[in-house]
Structures are given as C-alpha cells and as structure tokens.
C-alpha cells in the first residue's frame, strides 16, 4: 500500500528553545487511520503541524510522495487537511459558505465553481441547510462540521484532526464518528477521548516528551499507558 | 467571532447592494471631492448632501439613524481639532471640520454598509491599489473584530468573578493583547493550512454592466448638482 506520510528523525525546537519533537519517525499508508496519544504537551500537535508545512523542523517529512519543503507547499497544503482543535480559527469568513469556500478560491476554483462544491461540502456534513448563516451564531457541534466541511471540499489526501470531539455533546461525537469512518482518506486523528478514537482506529502512536514511545494496536497502547476506554 | 452591524447590513439585497463594487467607489470618490473641495455654503451643500445619503440609507434598507450614530465615532477625534480652531479664533473652520468629517463617514458608511469587504478590496486591487495595502486593510478588519471578541470574554469573566478595578482593567488590557495577538497567530496558521497567499479572493462578484453605468452617474451627478446648486444661489 503506497505510503501517505513517511517522517524520519524529525526535530523541532521553539524560539522559546523548548525542545518539542525528539527525532520523530512515523508511518501512515492511504486508507489508513491512525490515532495520535499522549499527555498535552507531548508534542502531537506540533507534529501534525509540520506535515502541512506550518511548522518546519529538522528531519525528512515525505507527504504524498513529496518533500514538505518551500516549493513543495502549495501542493502539500492540497493534500493534507488540517482540522484545527478549535473551530473558532478556522472559520474567520462572515458566513459558512465563504468559509468553505476559501480554500477552494484559493485553489484557483471559479466562484461559481467553489460556490457549488462549498455547498455539496456542507451537506456531506449536514449542514446544507446553513449556508448564509454566521458562522458565530452557530453551536459548537455545527462549528466543528463546518470546519470538517472546510476541508472535506478541497477533497485532500489526509485528514488530520486535532482533538475533534471537543465542545461535542455525545451524539455529536456520534455523527462526527459516523462521517468519518466513511471516508475514504486516510486519517491522522489526535485525540484524548479513547472510545471515539477506537471508533475510527485500530493502529495507535503514544507521544510522550516529544518522542514516540509506543506503536502499535490501540488497545495494546493504550492498556500499556493506562488509558481506558470508559466514557467520562 | 463575532461580526458587527456593519458586516450585516453589507449582506444586504437591496438595488445598492446589487451594483458593482467599482460603480460604487468611484462614486464615494466623486462624493468626497465634492465635500472636501466645498468652500462656499457649506452648511447648505453638507444638507443637501446629508439628505442625498439619509435616501442611500433608505434603499439600502439601512437604518438611517443607525447609521448616523455610528458615523458619530468621527466626531470626537475631529471635535478636538475644531475646538483648537475655535480656540484660535477660527469659527468657520471648526464649522466646517466637524462638517466634513462627518459626512466622509457617513459616506464611506454607506459604501461599506452596501459592499462586503472582500468584494470592496476586489475592486480597489482593479483600480492598482497596493496588494500589501489591502491585505493590511482586510487583517484589520477581520482582527479588530477578534480584539472585541477577546475583550468581551475577558469582561464576562472577570464580571462572574465580581466585577474589574480600574489597576486591575490595567493589567488586563495586555493580557487582552497577547491573547489577542495569540488567536490572531492560530488564525493565520488555519488561513495558511488552506492555501492562503496573501490574496483575499471574493466568492461573490458583481460584474460591471449598463446599470452601474447608470448607477454610478447618478451618485455621482447628484452631489456634483447640489454643488452646482448651492454655489449658484444667493
């Protein structure tokens, strides 16, 4: 199965000078679903930073065949999907349409053309129904499926989601979990919420210091760090 | 975030949201020439010209007294440079600061109450404005709105916990600040992850055609023909 993403040896240090990544080596294969464990601060999020090139350290990061590098950016960006923790930075346009729609403009869609795909986004994630709304008169479910449906329309590679259950109600986590064991892309989902992260995974990687400490099956990683899979 | 009035009323579908962007620039544009370049009767031609905007406002389905009120945010800057020339024996000129100062306000409140900002830039990238301008305008715009956000939240907290001393609002205007400066980054960082270069790109467009052509030489004719009015009559 062709790799996804293939990282070897990557550093990567703060300007504070925290050292956050300690040569990091990580696999992930297409249709793939991996979930990302360990303690905040571990450094998951820092990693998943730099496989969409917002954080650039030391090491080699291969995405989709290509080096994350400056001339590669562009179309690294249009194949990893970066699904931020808190919805409230990604969704900066006035209405969720234009904010579905930005990446695809930025893509070098027709308005015409980004309006249609924006659209055929939002219903993917049930939201077709919101289109003019604002998008902070929105809860904090429907924030999350619209910032989903942000990235879902630039149709990328990877998925990589940052704690994406937070401000979920239980079946928001549901129908998030629903949606996203039906797509097709392989998927980077960086979660402290166990149940969820057994509904979408079966392979996991445990972060501790900046270093990977354990791989391997979900549940074996977890019961070796003591992370039980009873709801809260 | 949150988004104010202005951003609301510029979603609009009224006859003066429908026209194009560029009609309707150079249309404040000739507005504000003929205000700035007024000597003569002024307080006639600022009544004239204040009714020609209250009938804007009336189109654009815009509160017209909304509008005034918020246009009022002008007043206290130029108020301080008129109160100087009142001071230094200037009447006139004071008269016709505040005057002036107003009505640009009131003007450019029409224009961006009746044009989404994206659509606005659109057009001022046509006219060769500077790109890194824009951009700086439309960052503005969109953090000016994450800086209220931030200071609401900090209010709400700090009134559950009893309300804010003025040495304690102090300190919690850098703390505003850094939070601030901090959401503004995470931003950029989720703009950037989705292609952002530099260009805010509209996902509405309102192509020039004949009836802007008629727009435009109507707003722009009726205040040149107030001008023209109000200096002929004595």
């Known amino acids: 199965m062709p790799a996804v993403v293939e990282v070897r040896g990557l550093r990567y240090r703060y300007p ?10 990580f696999d992930l294969n297409e249709g793939e679903s991996v979930a990302l464990l360990g303690p905040n601060g571990s450094g998951k999020s820092t990693f998943a930073l730099h496989l969409n090139g917002l954080l650039r350290g030391q090491g080699e990061v291969r995405v989709c065949g290509m080096d994350v590098t400056g001339a590669s950016l562009r179309d690294v960006r249009r194949k990893v999907g970066l699904v931020f923790q808190d919805s409230d930075t990604q969704l900066f346009m006035p209405t969720v349409l234009e904010d579905v729609a930005f990446g695809l403009l930025n893509q070098g869609l027709s308005p015409e053309g980004a309006r249609k795909t924006a659209q055929t986004a939002l219903e993917l994630v049930g939201m077709g129904r919101s289109s003019e709304r604002g998008p902070h008169h929105l809860s904090a479910g429907e924030k999350k499926r619209v910032a989903l449906a942000g990235i879902l329309a630039l149709e990328p590679d990877l998925l990589i989601l940052d704690e994406p259950t937070t401000f979920l109600d239980p079946p928001g986590q549901r129908a998030l979990a629903d ?3 039906n797509l097709p892309q392989a998927k980077i989902l960086i979660t402290h919420d166990m149940p969820f992260a057994r ?4 392979r996991a990687v445990f972060f501790h210091e900046g270093c990977v400490a354990a791989e391997g099956k979900l549940e074996t990683v977890a019961a070796r760090f003591g992370w039980d899979f009873s709801t809260h | 975030m949150s988004y104010n009035a202005v951003e609301e009323w510029s979603r609009g579908s009224s006859p003066l949201h429908r026209r194009a962007a560029a009609a309707k620039l150079f249309s404040l544009t000739v507005f504000l020439l003929v205000l700035a370049t007024a000597q003569r009767r ?12 209250i009938a804007g406002f009336q189109v654009a389905s815009i509160p017209p007294l909304a509008a005034m009120w918020r246009a009022a945010a002008v007043l206290p800057f130029t108020g301080l440079f008129a109160v100087m020339s009142w001071m230094s024996g200037n009447p006139t000129h004071a008269v016709e600061l505040m005057l002036k100062s107003y009505l ?3 003007t450019v409140l029409l224009l961006v109450g009746t044009t989404p900002i994206p659509e606005l ?3 001022l990238e046509l006219v060769k404005a500077p790109r890194f301008l824009l951009t700086v305008v439309q960052f503005l715009y969109r953090y000016l709105f994450l800086v209220v956000d931030e200071a609401a939240h900090m209010r709400a907290a700090a009134a559950a916990r009893g309300g804010m001393t003025f040495q304690a609002a102090s300190g919690a205007l850098a703390v505003l600040f850094v939070r601030s400066h901090s959401r503004a980054e995470a931003i950029h960082r989720a703009m950037t992850a989705r292609g952002f270069d530099g260009r805010f790109r509209p996902l509405f467009e309102h192509p020039f055609g004949a009836k802007d052509v008629q727009f435009a030489a109507v707003a722009a004719g009726l205040p040149l023909l107030a001008r023209v009015l ?3 009559y004595r």
């Not at chain 1, 504070?16 to 080596?25: F, P, R, S, V, Y």
């Not at chain 2, 002024?42 to 905007?53: R, S, Y």
């Open chain 2, 42 to 53: 002024l307080p006639l031609l600022a009544g004239a010209l204040a009714l020609i905007l």
């Open chain 1, 179 to 181: 949606l996203l064991r």
């Open chain 1, 16 to 25: 504070d000078g925290t050292e956050a990544l300690k040569g990091i080596d």
């Open chain 2, 121 to 123: 830039l659109g057009s």
């Open chain 2, 230 to 232: 109000t200096d002929w």
């Open chain 2, 104 to 106: 640009s306000a009131l």
């Open chain 1, 199 to 202: 509904a979408i995974c079966s």
